[in-house]
């Protein structure tokens, strides 16, 4: 005796087993997303805080060899370039490359600072793009 096999029979998904697949995901997404979304955010005040200590460490070193700290006019960019004034004395480049700030603002540089009177203030304005700023829009700087 032979068994007869339904040649008409079909190897597709129904649209019931999709629809559960489909939902399973929803429920997997909705409890996983919430966990990523402030990540960007800290990943930015990472780096901020990294580069600012990078920027920290290379205008020491500009100070050892120089006997100063380049003034406000001066900025950042000495420690990529040579001053004009003190091309004798200057050993850099002290970094390789002045990147902007994760929000793709320049570094603030202030020389005597207002948070170190004594030296100097290095400062990214953070998210908001201003000066000052509460929470995710607070500066990221050297104090």
Known sequence: MKLKIDSKRSDAFTLIEIMVVVVILGILAATILPQFIGT?????????????????????????????????DE?????????????????GPYIKVLRPDPWENPYQ????GIHHQTSFDIWSKGADRADGGEAEGADLGNW
């Not at 800290?42 to 380049?70: C, G, Q, W, Y």
């Open 40 to 72: 960007t955010h800290e990943a930015k005040v990472s780096t901020a805080k990294a580069n600012i200590a990078e920027l920290e460490s290379a205008l020491e070193r500009f100070n050892i060899h120089m006997d100063r700290h380049p003034t406000s």
């Open 75 to 91: 900025g950042l960019k000495v420690l990529v370039e040579a001053p004009s004034n003190d091309e004798k004395k200057w050993r």
């Open 109 to 112: 540089y202030r020389n005597p």
